[in-house]
Structures are given as C-alpha cells and as structure tokens.
C-alpha cells in the first residue's frame, strides 16, 4: 500500500547528540512537512519542501534543519538536541493543492537523556 | 490573522450516545476544513474534509461534520459512540493561499462504559 513510513518509530539520543530522523513516501507526493509534536499539544509545522524548495517556519529553531535528496525521502537533523527537544515528530506529504489534504507518517518518538 | 479553536479540550460521553465536538475558524474566504483524528502514539488520519459543495459532510468511521459560514463552525458529529473513538481530535484549516494547516489544540474524547 502507499504509504508515508518514519524510520525509527521510537529513538533515544543523549543531550548533545546530533539526531537523524527519517520519513519515506511511496505516493509520489510534491509536497514533504516535519512537524513537532509534544504531548497534547497540536502538531506544530517546523518546515516543508515543495518538490526541491525548502521552506522553513519563522519560529522553528536553527538546530532544526532538513535534507530532501529526492521525491520520496526527507530527513530531519537535529544538530544539538536538547531537553526541549523531546517530542513526536510527524512526517506528512501532500500532492500540494490548496484542497488536498495531508497524509501522516506514524511519527518518530524521540528521547533525549 | 487566521485561527481555528477547538473549544473543548476534553469531553466525555457515554458509549452509544451522540456525540458533537466543536470547531471554530476565523477565515476571510471560503475554507479548507479538515478533521483529524490521532491515536495514542500514532500519526494523524483523516477523518474527512470541506472544501465546497454540500454543506454536510460524510467521513470515515461513521462521523459527518456540517459546514456552517454563518457561524464559522464545522462541527464534528457522530450519533451513536464506540469505545473505540475514545482518542484525540484536530480541526485544521488549510491556511491561504498556501498546502500549509493551521490546527486547532486538539479535543481528547473519553467514552464511558
């Protein structure tokens, strides 16, 4: 089935730690998003890739950044995670219509000791 | 400046009984609306959508959410509850001219037996 995956669901890294997670998308979408989400709280849109074009939100802090090699990979790099920074973090993808709506990823559980 | 509020952070209701839970928008034109529903650890699934035409609309699951303009609402529905529904809801609003959300915070339903 198509699909958005996030590799891994659940990961732990130490204070510091630089912090690789990773979504994959079957469905041949445009449009690739990275939200953080922390315990019940709405998600919270770090930044997105329209095909190649990154487009990064005002607030999302710059030990937050991201790859997006081709189609169907993006990768969230977290250079110095800290406290803070333990979160769900959510990949999802859409075709890029102003209508379409978005597809999620399970989400990557992220711990920092 | 765009918004969606979801008025209820938490409500509960007893198994079989109707349920209603509420979203707000502030939009200047017609508006994408979405509803999401979260699973405890799981990413977001959509439940349904508006983005013209029919005024009542029908969603996986048994929910149907009507679009109201009048009153800025598009209020999530479901007439009879299930244990299983107990989970997290998000209202989103596609914000304009843009394939970005804006999402309410979120209603956490809790089904009594």
């Known amino acids: 089935d198509a699909m958005v995956i996030q590799n891994p669901r659940y990961q732990v890294t130490q204070f510091g730690k630089p912090v690789t997670l990773s979504c994959s998308q079957t469905l041949n979408h445009n449009v690739m998003y990275w939200y953080q989400q922390k315990s019940s709280q709405a998600p919270k849109l770090l930044f997105h890739?329209?095909?190649?074009?990154?487009?990064n939100e005002a607030d999302t802090p710059d030990n937050f950044q991201s790859r997006r090699p081709n189609t169907s990979f993006c990768f969230l790099d977290i250079r110095s995670p800290g406290l803070g920074d333990a979160a769900m973090y959510l990949c999802a993808t859409s075709r890029g219509g102003l209508a379409d709506e978005q597809f999620f990823g399970p989400g990557t559980r992220l711990t920092v000791l | 400046a765009q918004s969606v509020t979801q008025p209820d952070i938490h409500i509960t209701v007893s198994e079989g009984a109707s349920l209603e839970l509420r979203c707000n928008y502030s939009y200047g034109a017609t508006p994408y609306l979405f509803w999401y529903v979260q699973s405890p650890g799981q990413g977001l699934q959509l439940l349904l959508k508006?983005?013209?035409?029919?005024?009542l609309v029908q969603g996986i699951k048994g929910f149907e959410a009507e679009f109201k303009r009048s009153q800025s609402s598009f209020n999530l529905r479901k007439p009879s509850v299930h244990w299983s529904d107990a989970t997290e809801y998000f209202c989103?609003?596609?914000?304009?001219?843009?394939?970005?959300?804006?999402f309410g915070t979120g209603t956490r339903l809790k089904v009594l037996a």
């Open positions: 508006y983005f013209s035409g029919d005024t």
């Open positions: 890739y329209y095909d190649k074009d990154f487009n």
């Open positions: 989103a609003v596609g914000a304009s001219g843009t394939y970005k959300y804006i």
